[in-house]
């Protein structure tokens, strides 16, 4: 490569956005550069929403006692501390949607101005600057605001699709790797446990179904009774398991007293810590273990996997796939179960926009 290639090779990856420590990458550095202009390699959006990743919002929440000014007031704090919206204490960020402004000259296949897009790549990593927090609601983890971010080269985006209310579409495109990696991981035959209900979670299961045949089983398991009832009403899961996933012998005889096998692979999308001692004895011997949750401990997982004697291989859910959501967004468009389950009554046409 000429040195000419490699400096914008780098340059595509932000690393000129790191202001501290130098030479690292966005995602694990301390503090980014989001002033204007845009540059080369990047577009820049015009920020109208955040969708943080459960994990980072219920820390919020709870840190913030469940205040919605005080929960603002943290987010803004973060994002001018480190100039991107990186939780320091769950390490995670979410993704954000927002209207094309200005592109640069040599980023590759970019977006037309004027295009709503959806960041896909995590916020921990993206330049960012808030004017303002608009409004934050209990009930969501996604935040109104005014902002401005840079997406640069490297980072996967996705369009607004014109068929899904918005607050649907951020959803989706937010934990779209859950479907796309049960869907490679899951035995044409067998048991897949979701543990976790959200969305992440209903998209794993539908995935399962979607890939394994009619004689296979999917299990869902949550501590909260409605989210399993939800997603056991709506057809998703074969058998629905009410339990604590943070105490791992009652939820054991929870399997147990439900006549669920052990699982050929489980997917964990729970935001909830300490779940990791029960999803690898659920699991059976040379199983695998997929975990898409920013609340895994993996030092846990690997030490408890090592002190039980338990053979299963453990994969990191890495919130990318090659389709960039795109079997994400057609399950939820020919899923019957899976819309019921997320209460999305009607696919049509219901935003503005491009959506190839």
Known sequence: MKPDEFTIAVKGLGTDRVIRPIGSLPQPAEELDPSPPVRSHEFEIAVERLCLDSTSYRNIRDQAGADPTRMGERILEIVATRGKMHNPVTDSGG?????????????????EIGDRVVTLASLTLTPLRLDSIVRVTLDSAQVSV?????????????LLPDDLDIATAVEIYDVYGAASHTARL??????????GCGHAGKLAMAAARDTMDADSLVVAIDVDERAVSRVRDAGLCDIGIVTDLQNPVTALAALRDAGAPPADLTVVVVNA?????FSILATKERGTVLFFSMATNFSTAALTADGMGHDVTMLIGSGYTPDTGKYALDLVRRTPALRAAMGIETVGIENPGRTS
Do not use: D, H, K, M
């Open 146 to 158: 005014t902002g401005t971010a840079y997406i640069c080269a490297s980072a996967p985006w996705g």
């Open 95 to 111: 993704v954000a949607l927002g209207t094309v402004s200005a592109v640069g000259a040599q980023f590759p296949n970019p977006p």
């Open 186 to 195: 899951a035995p044409s035959s067998g048991v897949v446990y979701v543990l």
């Open 273 to 277: 810590a300490r779940c990791e001692p």
